[in-house]
């Protein structure tokens, strides 16, 4: 009996530890996040008026990683997603007549949904995974102590540019998509759906409005910083060499379009019923 | 140097607690590393001393005790005290952690860049020269992942000698390294210590480079200090631990634990 009871004692300690050392564990995950975001604000905006400097150098290096070298998939994408919106609302719109009404519907879904959604994945999958894979392997190496080791803050030496160049380069892919998106529309418009170029153009310049575009470069804006923190956040966690790198990786992807996505149903609830 | 000067304390610690959850990685150390000397921590893996060092260098804050580096304590700085005390200080770390995605001349000029307003120019030739001083000169423009283990090591001396620090630490400088190689960090480490008067701080389990370079010698053992002196004292100390490293004698409850299985498997045949 005694031997049963003990066991029992036994495996509730096993449950209720492991339940507890998991809350622990989040709490601390918890506070790392936060400090880590409040960090990097403190770099981005006190600390240069402080005189500590910003690192507009290799922000600038980072925006041609994050953004100048992401324009080719960004066009081929956004091309493709204006090409198959215009395909499939005129398949509907056709039933009542009113198939020139693509032109609103593929401008004001591309530059309110699909433009930011679209380019803030190919960000997620193009520059969220490398900015984890990039910091994990500098956490492992060593590297990241070594900078601090210098007296140099690595929130401000890694993570800060890349913010900066997201918070940039986002918005500005995000209007190139948004355009080539429109110019995918056309161009099924013109060659298959017989609207005319000039037709479908003044349609679209008719349907789209200012609100449209703001409220999708907000989005944009937003997505793209989460997408950055989520990166970073992976990389520094990173525990147990290559392979811990390889499972934060793929992780930051997995997360960052999970937040786009719940980011993306707030702000448009938010922006549906508020403005 | 003078005499006096000598004597003065460029790093002392005092009842330094360090612990990692639940578990006690340092219980109450206390050490002293004066100027201009060259002190080796030795410890078996596992004893903490990597885990020392990196509190020295304020990379972690302690649950305990005060780090005086320089006569000021470190354990009560903030980040931009500590940002100015690190730059008389230099790094070598067991991964030479070199950055990747740098040049070697790069990485031996990012301090100098960072931390000073020197010209372009003057920053290339000290680069230079620190290149030299280590060995390496000519190979500025390799990456790291171009070079060897031993060339590696040497590139993170000459970067964390890139400021001309009064204090230098290495951890393990010989890990992983053939033994002629490791001779020769022994040898560079000697002689940064006699050309640039530096106080340098050695983590260590080998003996051979302790007897090469150390002026004095702290040994740590389950987070204590269990030795401390020069090393001729060390040779001849009769603490069991000390005997047992001097001799290279194995612990012994793993013999005994493979007595025991091997006992059990011809029982049961």
């Not at chain 1, 809350?23 to 936060?34: D, H, I, M, R, S």
């Not at chain 1, 520059?127 to 601090?148: P, R």
């Amino acid at each position: 009996m005694d031997d049963t009871d003990s066991k029992r004692q036994g495996l509730a300690a096993l449950f209720f530890g492991s339940i507890g050392r998991r809350a622990a564990g989040f709490v601390e995950q918890l506070a790392f996040l936060y400090r880590l975001i409040l960090d990097s604000l403190y770099w981005t905006f006190i600390a240069p008026l402080r005189g500590k400097g910003l690192r507009v150098g290799s922000s600038f290096d980072e925006m041609v990683k994050i953004g100048v070298n992401a324009i080719p998939i960004v066009v081929l994408i956004s091309f493709s997603i204006g090409m198959i919106l215009a395909m499939q609302s005129a398949y509907q719109l056709e039933q009542f007549g009113a198939t020139i009404f693509t032109a609103d519907l593929v401008a004001v879904a591309h530059t309110r949904e699909l433009g930011p959604l679209m380019t803030a994945i190919i960000i997620a999958g193009r520059s969220g995974s490398g900015i984890a894979a990039e910091i994990g392997t500098m956490k492992v190496g060593e590297e990241i102590e070594a900078l601090q080791s210098m007296g140099f803050n690595p929130v401000k030496f890694l993570v800060v540019p890349k913010l900066l160049a997201l918070a940039i380069m986002g918005p500005c892919l995000t209007v190139i998509g948004d355009l080539v998106g429109i110019g995918g529309g056309v161009f099924m418009a013109v060659f298959s759906l017989d609207l005319g170029f000039e037709r479908y153009v003044t349609r679209t310049i008719y349907a789209l409005i200012f609100k449209d575009l703001v409220t999708g470069l907000i989005k944009s804006l937003v997505f793209a910083l989460l997408v950055g923190i989520t990166g970073c956040y992976m990389g520094f966690t990173v525990k147990g060499g290559a392979e811990g790198v390889g499972r934060n990786t793929t992780m930051s992807v997995v997360v960052s379009i999970f937040l786009i996505i719940l980011a993306d149903a707030f702000f448009t609830a938010l922006f549906y019923y508020l403005w | 140097m003078d005499a006096a000067a000598k004597k003065e304390n460029a790093i002392e610690i005092h009842n330094l607690v360090v612990s990692f959850g639940s578990h006690r990685v340092l219980t109450d150390v206390d050490m002293q590393v004066r100027c201009g000397e060259t002190t080796v921590i030795l410890g078996g893996s596992g004893c903490g001393k990597s885990t020392l060092l990196r509190h020295i260098i304020g990379l972690r804050k302690p649950q305990g005790g005060r780090i005086l580096v320089k006569n000021r304590d470190i354990t009560t700085m903030d980040e931009d005290q500590m940002s100015t005390l690190l730059r008389k200080v230099g790094v070598v770390f067991q991964s030479s952690a070199l950055f990747n995605s740098l040049t070697i001349g790069d990485n031996v000029a990012l301090p100098l860049r960072e931390h000073t307003r020197l010209e372009e120019s003057t920053i290339q030739i000290m680069t230079r020269i620190k290149l030299d001083m280590v060995g390496l000169s000519g190979f500025e423009h390799y990456m790291p992942s171009e070079l060897s283990g031993g060339m590696k090591k040497r590139a993170a001396f000459a970067r964390a000698i890139s400021m001309d620090p009064e204090i230098l630490f290495c951890d393990e400088p010989s890990a992983g390294l053939d033994p002629i190689v490791a001779a020769g960090l022994d040898e560079l480490i000697f002689k940064l210590k006699k050309a640039l008067k530096m106080t340098i701080v050695v983590v260590t389990h080998e003996m051979e480079s302790m007897y090469k370079i150390a002026d004095r010698v702290v040994m740590l053992h389950e987070g204590k200090v269990i030795f401390s002196g020069p090393p001729e004292e060390f040779r001849v100390c009769e603490h069991p631990r000390v005997r047992q490293f001097v001799e290279r004698r194995a612990d012994h409850y793993g013999e005994d634990e493979i007595g025991r299985y091997a006992r059990a498997l011809t029982s049961e045949s």
